[in-house]
């Protein structure tokens, strides 16, 4: 689908203002944000698009929106105003609409507002203070659609402390601009099954490339002064949807996708993915082809498929923004509705940003992976003053599932028998296991089979949580608590287990007969290592909140 003809469209529909107009911020967060167009040449790769008595080497031109320091103020160096489209760009999407009986040059005006890029060397210390290592987010876009017209979203999103990259791929654009004068024109052909194939594969080469530039820091060592990245996301509209998750399921250095509307193809279809995949599109984006239902289907990793009322295809560009700017004829609202959807553009415009900004802060990589080490410190940091406040009534310590051997392993010098070595009173008098892990000091958790692991954020989660968490759960009680699951760190159970609380506690364990995780005989082996009183309840692993009053009951029973 050529997404040009439905903007020129639209913009026949549009009366001219005057010069200078600043396409105003939506929903930005707390950073100002730099720009810089960069041109990448690809020597490894002659472009299929270029004319055959003119071979060229791949060329790739980026748009990178980079947060930058607000500790003084936003834009420490000023600001710039900067053409939401250069000359050329700005004539073709004008032709276009003339040719709809609008004046040519209606893109000339529009500008966004930039902060003014110094000197590298004395930009170096500007870069953002919270963290060496920014998300990267590469965009791609419709077909025959200009990276420019993502603009206004990129530089929103760049806003909540992200690098964007929005790319153009040669040849495919209506026309493309480069910054030694030069330009290209699209052919890319017709819109069939192959050539959108074809097209989709060519430009995953051109991302992957890109992320090949990011990790050599050709593209933001300079003239943003970010010596070093983080993790990867990739994000697109239409066939851009469509490259970037095909991008992701060969390239293992990316975290994740967002598909707007975008249909899918390659491989990607049948085997699924193991990583974040998000699907956001118009009402009956499922309906229309099969590739969404199969994708979906096979799915692995964590996801989120959401349908948005009122909208269009073409919505999800900076369009529905550039339209509410401008005072749009009364007989022309219609059509402008057609093309772009009900939803008031401004709004349109927050919707997407939102949504973006809350995938990627949801799907951030932690900036190191915690060890079990990490969580028994934080056990101990939060128990020690519990204990202290409880004094000679002393506290029972309940461990659940891996709490077992975690939550036992932060019991050093806490136990009521440490304590009263120590010359203190209290501490911890009683452990009840539910359905917990028990293990030996130099015990190492390695991987488990009922779980995915997501190396490209450090996470685990369980593969089935509905069968093997809630197998005891009514439909509608299992729906209720699923959401509020949440990805583990990967390495959460890793490191040697130095200590036991349990050999100095006396405890009590409750079996699950109904658990899915821990057989029946292995928690037998569990209690009988502790030395643990055994109580049994027919219950599922989560048995806290299918039998919530019985486990009450037993803990309170214990409490003497």
């Known amino acids: 689908m050529r997404l040009s003809t439905h903007l020129a469209s639209v913009m026949a529909g549009l009366s001219a203002v005057s010069p200078g107009l600043l396409i105003p911020p939506v929903s930005s967060g707390p950073y100002g944000v730099g720009l810089k167009i960069k041109t990448l040449i690809d020597e490894s790769r002659w472009d299929p698009y270029a004319p055959i008595d003119i ?39 004008g032709r276009q609409a003339e040719a709809m009986g609008l004046p040519c040059g209606i893109f000339e005006d529009l500008q966004l507002k930039f902060c003014r890029l110094p000197d590298i060397n004395r930009h170096q210390k500007h870069a953002l203070k919270n963290g060496s290592k920014l998300p990267v987010v590469i965009f791609s876009p419709g077909r025959a659609v200009s990276r420019l017209m993502y603009s206004a979203m990129a530089r929103s999103v760049a806003s909540h402390g992200y690098i964007v990259m929005t790319v153009d791929h040669a040849y495919d654009a209506s026309i493309i601009e480069y910054p030694d004068g030069t330009d290209t024109t699209g052919v890319v052909g017709e819109a069939n099954k192959t050539v959108l194939e074809i097209s989709a594969k060519v430009r995953s080469q051109d991302i992957m490339f890109v992320i090949d530039q990011i990790q050599d820091n050709v593209t933001t060592s300079e003239p943003f002064g970010l010596s070093q990245t983080g993790s990867v996301f990739v994000f697109g509209h239409s066939i851009g949807g469509a490259t970037v998750v095909s991008t992701l399921f060969s390239d293992q250095r990316i975290h994740g996708v967002i598909n707007l509307d975008g249909d899918m193809l390659g491989p990607v279809v049948k085997a699924g993915l193991g990583k974040p995949l ?31 009322d009122g909208i269009t295809h073409q919505s999800f560009l900076d369009a529905p923004l550039l339209v509410s700017l401008r005072d749009v004829p009364e007989g022309s ?26 995938v990627l802060d949801t799907e951030k990589a932690p900036p190191e992976r915690p060890t079990m080490d990490d969580d028994i410190a934080n056990i101990v940091k939060d128990l ?7 004094g000679e009534e002393g506290v029972i310590a309940v461990m659940h599932s ?33 359905a917990a892990s028990v293990a030996p000091e130099g015990f190492e958790q390695g991987p488990m089979e009922f779980f995915d692991y997501h190396e490209s954020n450090g996470t ?7 069968n093997l968490l809630y197998s005891d759960f ?39 007969n109904g658990d899915k995780i821990l057989p029946d005989e292995l928690q037998e082996r569990f209690a009988c290592l502790a030395g643990s009183e055994v109580v049994r309840i027919g219950a599922g692993h989560m048995v ?15 409490a003497d």
């Open 402 to 434: 891996a709490g077992g051997f975690i939550g036992s392993g932060a019991l050093k010098g806490l136990t009521a028998k440490a304590r009263k070595d120590a010359g203190k009173t209290g501490g911890v008098k009683k452990i009840i296991f539910i």
């Open 278 to 308: 998000f699907l956001i599109g118009r009402p009956h984006s499922r309906d229309q082809g099969p590739s969404w239902n199969e994708t979906w289907d096979s799915q692995r990793g964590p996801g989120m498929m959401l349908q948005i």
């Open 474 to 512: 009514s439909d509608e009680d299992a729906n209720k608590w699923l959401p509020g699951l949440q990805h583990q760190a990967d390495r959460g159970w890793a490191t040697k287990l130095q200590y036991c609380g349990w050999r100095e506690v006396p405890n009590v364990y409750i079996i699950c």
């Open 460 to 466: 685990q989660s369980c593969k089935d949580p509905r």
């Open 384 to 390: 020690t003053p519990v204990v202290e406040e409880a």
């Open 333 to 358: 609202r219609d059509k402008v509705q057609a093309a772009l959807g009900k939803i008031n553009g401004r709004r349109m415009a927050s919707l997407v940003i939102e949504l973006t900004v809350g």
């Open 55 to 93: 071979p060229q080497k791949r060329r790739v031109l980026i748009s990178t929106f980079a947060p930058v320091d607000t500790q003084e103020n936003s834009c420490p160096h000023g600001e710039v105003n900067v053409p939401y489209m250069p000359p050329k760009t700005g004539d073709v999407f």
């Open 544 to 558: 806290q909140l299918s039998e919530t009053e019985k486990v009450a009951d037993i803990i309170a029973s214990h």
